[in-house]
């Protein structure tokens, strides 16, 4: 007989065991956001593509950030919208996509509001998103709403509510409330314009009006060569003249002029141009196409300014005046009589004003009827690109727009309207970038406040677009708050990231202030005082920076809050600032210097060795905003990420944004002064910790290695992308064990009653369970989920050729659906393999070539997630093979 003892000390002993098996305990993988260059405090998506910040608004506690998202890859694809939000605008949580692609096509950007008044029809407080539906060159509107805080979306039947595009490039709607007129307003990009539309109930759109082209032309000058543009209009004896506006694009600097007595193809005409890049006024004749110099007068030509140019001749006689000086004089008679016209050198000019007072357009001594005098307008493009011009920059399109209302330093009875425009091409930096422009606005038009040479940069980086601001929220004055895409397109799809790409710039308070130069956009950062690393903190007062010095040269991290103050009352240096990320690569020292140059009075960052990423010939290295000292004191305010530098100068009124892609060894960090002396007045510097969390996956394994393609933690699961195979290995390992995961195949159908529509080309293939593996995933078990073909399949990998050992299809009546979660289940036990699907028992088969090795996961032409991974080792041995085999198809060594 048992005693009671033992019976006790044995049900416990069973009891532990069956726990043991039983309970899950998920492990934690640090990996999750620590990704090579991921930054820490800067929003990123979990993986995949991201671009704009779209349908930005507030409601009931929670910023919400949604944003152009390409879930099947790291380059832009077919635009959905992604969805962040945020209860402190510091850190973020992951809801599921908001918008999909479909029938009307992919989702551009856009933005949302709150319809308080039920304008819509669609619910009390109803979250309405209006955004741009593109199919293929066709661009038309359309709106969703949800009446869940934004977790849940139902497009409006009768998208889209604007079908009518007058152009192809109409998109990016900005919809706002104008309390003023008890009306919606939206502006909405127009490729060189913004149009702006209104609406009582968001369904209904009526144009109001246009702001953009200013009645100039532009010639878009073609690197080392001429464009030229010809007007109908000849003359002989003439003034003829204009304002010429010389624009550095993309790092080129070239010229703009006048064209007259010229043929129909300028291949016999006279030139007269001013060149910021020779700094020169000439004048020259083109002969049978062959351009000859005759005269050139020095000149101090700058980009970014406007000259007026004016020619004047009298039969042989021609003069050039520059700002109405007279600057060469000479005398030709090759051609008397001929066509005005325009050209540009190597850049982009811009001709405004152009004008003739012709006294006589025909040969000597004949009697032809004299051309009109006045405005000239009618030009046609003979060579190059020639385009009308507008207010600010039109280097390529504009898109994005934002009509906001800010006060003037802080104050709430003093307000102006801004406009704000993100332009792809031609920025201050090179490449894309944003411009605004301040003014009037009556709910109908936008008037600007400045000349339409006034060019106005809201960030002097390489790296800010599409900022807009959050709707439903003000600061107390009427601030306003918003942040932008923090990459650019001249280099956004190759940046060296992975899983995912691009990141957006932190939050920022939004106002005007009053300068020297006019009023000007006024940027704080929101502040991150909540994950300041106070500990570690470093303080300084006082310090002389002395000539070639550095200081703090021993400081060492990768994510940094600096607050520095410097003296520049006595200062003798020639710029001073912090040096980051420095570091060796090779034998090439690696650091991002961020400055202040004391003679330009300009603040800058230089990323010419910031790392090896290449960021293109269109974007210059450094970087530079004006910045007066304020007080005989410079202030900078820099965020130092994994890869990317914001700085903000002064009080906000310049601002720096800036990737860096540098090695993660290339860590040191120290102040310096450059040619002599400079005071740092004041000096806080908090290491900055990660806003991420815990990965959401849940999963057994750890220490995951990507062998190829793409891997990375969502809400979704354990995402992997590739077009072919791709693996993730763990560092854990088992011999007879039961592996399972729950598998997701992803797929979006743009045309669910129409798959041959579907415009959406992502691939859907295959997820898998890897096991009994190496370290590299070529010699291996797979066991997967092929929603493609319909089956589930158990491969052998073989020094990397895939050999299918079972092939199951319930006869061919498998019906497997992307979008579904699968349990997929693998049981070992020597050379005895089973797999279960959905707890069913689908393959057994017999194998022996490998015995034991890692975990891993396997995706095949596809983009899978996977949760609930689990393993459990076996401990007993010796299993009998009993259980029934499952019909299977003979395998062909196929993958």
């Not at 006024?281 to 002969?287: C, E, G, I, N, Y």
């Not at 980051?580 to 603040?603: C, M, N, P, S, W």
């Not at 096991?771 to 158990?794: E, H, I, M, P, Q």
């Not at 659906?817 to 699968?822: E, G, I, M, R």
């Amino acid at each position: 007989m048992v005693s009671k003892q033992k019976m006790l000390v044995a049900l416990v002993l069973a009891l532990t065991i069956i726990f043991s098996v039983n309970s899950v305990v998920f492990a934690e993988d640090s990996g999750y956001y620590n990704e090579v260059y991921r930054n820490q405090f800067h929003f990123s998506p979990e993986a995949n593509w991201m671009n704009d910040p779209n349908g930005m608004v507030y409601y009931d506690g929670e910023y919400h950030l949604f944003y152009q998202y390409y879930p099947y890859g790291k380059t832009w694809g077919p635009m959905h919208w992604g969805h962040a939000v945020s209860t402190d605008l510091v850190h973020w949580k992951h809801p599921p996509i908001a918008l999909s692609p479909d029938e009307n096509g992919w989702i551009f950007s856009g933005s949302a509001v709150i319809d308080w008044n039920n304008t819509a029809g669609f619910g009390k407080e109803a979250m309405v998103a209006i955004f741009t539906h593109a199919d293929g060159p066709k661009q038309v509107q359309s709106i969703a709403y949800s009446l869940d805080k934004g977790r849940t979306w139902k497009k409006y039947e009768g998208n889209p509510v604007m079908p009518n595009p007058p152009i192809n490039d109409w998109r990016d709607p900005k919809v706002f409330w104008h309390e003023e007129t008890k009306q919606w307003v939206m502006a909405l990009a127009a490729r060189n314009k913004v149009m702006f539309y209104t609406s009582h109930d968001l369904k209904n759109w009526k144009h109001a009006s246009d702001f953009g082209p200013d009645g100039g032309i532009q010639g878009n000058g073609i690197p080392g060569s001429y464009s030229y543009a010809l007007s109908k209009q000849k003359g002989s004896s003439f003034i003829y003249e204009a304002d010429i506006t010389l624009v550095e694009k993309n790092g080129h600097k070239g010229a703009g002029g006048l064209v007259f007595r010229s043929d129909q193809e300028v291949r016999n005409a006279y030139l007269t141009t001013v060149d910021a890049e020779k700094n020169t006024v000439s004048l020259s004749k083109m002969a049978d196409g062959k351009l000859h110099e005759m005269a050139a007068s020095s000149a101090k030509l700058e980009a970014g300014q406007t000259y007026h140019l004016k020619v004047v001749t009298d039969y042989e006689n021609l003069k050039v005046f520059l700002d109405d000086k007279l600057v060469i004089h000479e005398t030709d008679s090759s051609f008397i009589n001929g066509q005005f016209g325009l050209v540009a050198r190597n850049s982009t000019a811009v001709f405004r004003n152009v004008k003739v007072e012709n006294s006589s357009n025909g040969e000597p001594k004949e009697d032809d009827p004299i051309s009109p005098s006045g405005t000239i307008k009618d030009f046609s493009a003979v060579v190059g690109e020639w385009v009308p011009s507008t207010y600010g920059i039109y280097g390529g399109i504009w898109e994005c727009p934002s009509l906001i209302q800010l006060p003037v330093d802080g104050d709430p009875n003093k307000k102006k309207w801004v406009l704000l425009v993100s332009i792809n091409d031609g920025a201050v930096a090179g490449g894309s970038g944003m411009q605004y422009f301040v003014g009037q606005f009556d709910g109908k038009t936008f008037k600007s406040d400045n000349t339409p040479q006034t060019v106005l940069w809201a960030d002097y980086g390489a790296d800010f677009y599409a900022g807009v601001e959050w709707s439903n929220l003000e600061g107390e004055n009427g601030e306003k708050f918003w942040l932008g895409w923090m990459s650019n397109w001249s280099y956004a799809n190759n940046t060296p990231t992975s899983p995912w790409r691009s990141s957006m710039s932190l939050p920022r308070k939004l106002e005007l202030t009053e300068t020297a130069d006019g009023l000007r956009l006024k940027q704080t950062p929101v502040s991150l005082k909540k994950i300041r690393d106070h500990k570690e903190k470093i303080k300084h007062e006082d310090v002389v920076l002395s000539k070639d010095s550095s200081f703090l040269p021993n400081l060492t991290g990768d994510t940094f809050e600096i607050i520095a103050e410097f003296d520049v009352s006595k200062a003798t240096a020639t710029e001073f600032g912090v040096k980051v990320r420095k570091g060796k690569h090779g034998d090439t020292d690696e650091q991002t210097v961020i400055g202040y140059d004391l003679a330009e009075q300009k603040l800058f960052v230089d990323r010419i060795n910031s790392g090896n990423f290449n960021f293109g010939s269109n974007v210059k290295g450094k970087h530079e905003a004006p910045l007066r000292s304020s007080h005989k004191t410079v202030k900078m305010h820099i965020f130092l990420d994994r890869s990317a530098v914001e700085v903000f100068g002064g009080d906000g009124e310049s601002v720096i944004t800036d990737q860096i892609f540098p090695l993660s060894s290339s860590d040191g960090l120290e102040l310096y002064s450059k040619g002599g002396e400079a005071t740092l007045k004041s000096l806080e510097i908090y290491p900055l910790k990660s806003i991420w969390g815990k990965s959401p996956v849940k999963s057994q394994l750890t220490g995951w290695t990507t062998i190829n393609g793409s891997w990375g933690d969502t809400i979704a699961g354990r995402q992997g992308q590739s077009t072919g195979d791709a693996f993730t290995i763990a560092k854990n390992t088992g011999n007879d064990f039961t592996y399972q995961a729950d598998i997701k195949v992803l797929d979006t159908d743009s045309h669910p009653d129409d798959p041959n529509k579907d415009t959406v080309d992502n691939p859907v293939g295959a997820g898998a369970l890897v096991f009994r593996s190496d370290a590299t995933g070529s010699n291996a078990y797979v066991a997967n989920v092929d929603v493609l073909n319909n089956v589930v399949k158990l491969i052998k990998f073989a020094d990397g050729k895939p050999t299918e050992l079972a092939v199951y299809n319930d006869n061919g009546n498998l019906d497997l659906k992307p979008n579904t979660d699968y349990q997929l289940k693998v049981e070992t036990n020597g050379k005895n393999i089973k797999v279960y699907l959905n707890g069913d028992l689908v393959v057994h088969t017999r194998d022996k070539s490998f015995i034991s090795g890692h975990f891993g996961l396997n995706v095949w032409n596809s983009t899978a997630v996977f949760n609930n991974i689990r393993y459990t080792t076996k401990q007993a041995a010796n299993e009998k093979d009993t259980a029934a085999y499952p019909r299977v198809i003979p395998a062909d060594g196929n993958r």
